[in-house]
């Protein structure tokens, strides 16, 4: 039987169908490439450029390749973007994540997991974050997470589709093969290495004034290929007869922003310039995680979530690929 990754092309699909194929596990890639590259699916992989609103593509994928469950990575996630285009959010995130879930529900898919987010927290209001902190998002992003997660729950009790649904915290880092490209870039560490090749002439730190150590936010990074692995291990529970849940994803540890800057230069022996801008409105200080739960229900625990080790990863992936997948 077949997973199908919506979203593979993307920077953690791509990631996660790669430890899947290196696992034998036989994937199917469903992306419409408004956002990924072709170049980031393996060779071997069964590929699809479609949307996953297109209910007659993904019935025929599930029945042709024998599909008995699905990660789900395909959405929009600029947080900046959904605050000016809360429409384009929901019809993208929302709206087109129902038609999914209903086509796999018609053709008898049993089995998903979902990418959410630690943006269905919100302002947190405990530190560490665990499952049960209250979710109100601030922004239109974090919501369409949030109404995904609502909207597994129902489909869960009404018609039985079981879900593992992953809120990940601050994703980094690159595999051999795969590492994030996203334009425009937003995420730190792909800036501060742009930063170090010269691509930009700074980093920009967004508040130097917070109640943190050295003033700069703190967040919870976690290696992308210790994402990948929790998706697999969520597969396995699910399998082997799990019951659905909320998951968070990180290390438990944050580093601020002036830390991840200093370990970026320790790396890269460069020098990187930054330029202090005030604080972007909804950036709370600390968002760190209670990662104990995924430890207990899916036996996981990160293992290349070091800093240096996640900075390490980045920046050889983009020495190796100076211009992306444009490049290879
Ligand atoms: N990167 C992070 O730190 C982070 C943190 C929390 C949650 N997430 C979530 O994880 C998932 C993957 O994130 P990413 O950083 O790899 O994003 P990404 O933009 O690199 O990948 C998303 C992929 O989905 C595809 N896609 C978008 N709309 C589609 C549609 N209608 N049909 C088919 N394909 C479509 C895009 O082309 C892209 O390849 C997203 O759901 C995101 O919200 C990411």
């Not at 930009?200 to 992308?224: C, E, K, L, M, Q």
């Not at 370990?263 to 020098?271: D, I, K, N």
Request: proline residues 5%.
């Amino acid at each position: 039987m077949a997973i199908l990754v919506t979203g593979g092309a993307g920077y953690i699909g791509s990631v996660t169908a790669e430890l899947l194929s290196e696992a034998g596990a036989p994937v199917v890639v469903l992306d419409n490439l408004s956002r990924g590259h072709r170049e980031s699916v393996g060779g071997d992989v069964p590929f699809y450029q479609g949307s996953i609103d297109d209910q007659a593509l993904v019935k025929r994928l599930v029945r042709d390749h024998k599909i008995d469950s699905c990660i789900h990575f395909a959405a929009y996630a600029y947080v900046g973007e959904s605050v000016a285009q809360p429409s384009l959010y929901f019809e993208t995130n929302v709206r087109k994540g129902i038609a999914l879930l209903d086509a796999l529900r018609d053709s008898g898919v049993r089995n998903l997991v979902f990418s959410s987010s630690c943006a269905t927290y919100g302002e947190p209001r405990s530190i560490p974050i665990s499952e049960s902190h209250p979710q109100w998002p601030t922004n239109p992003y974090g919501w369409s997470k949030l109404f995904m997660e609502r909207i597994l729950d129902a489909y869960d009790r009404a018609y039985g589709l079981r879900f593992v649904s992953l809120r990940y915290f601050n994703a980094a880092g690159a595999s051999k093969r795969h590492g994030e490209i996203h334009d425009p870039e937003t995420h730190l560490i792909p800036l501060v290495l742009a930063a170090a090749r010269g691509k930009t002439r700074f980093v920009s730190v967004f508040g130097n004034d917070y109640p943190t150590p050295d003033g700069t936010a703190i967040r919870d990074y976690i290696h992308v290929l210790d994402l990948g692995r929790a998706h697999i291990l969520s597969l396995d529970y699910l399998e082997r007869g799990g019951r659905s849940e909320f998951i968070n994803l990180g290390t438990g540890h944050g580093y601020s922003v002036m830390e991840v800057i200093n370990a970026a230069r320790a790396v890269t022996g460069l020098s990187i310039e930054t330029r202090a801008e005030p604080r972007r409105p909804g950036d709370p200080s600390r968002l760190i995680a209670d990662s104990q739960k995924a430890g207990e229900v899916l036996g996981w625990q990160p293992a290349h979530s070091d800093l240096l080790a996640i900075i390490g990863t980045a920046w050889e992936w983009c020495s190796a690929n100076p211009e992306g997948y444009r490049g290879s």
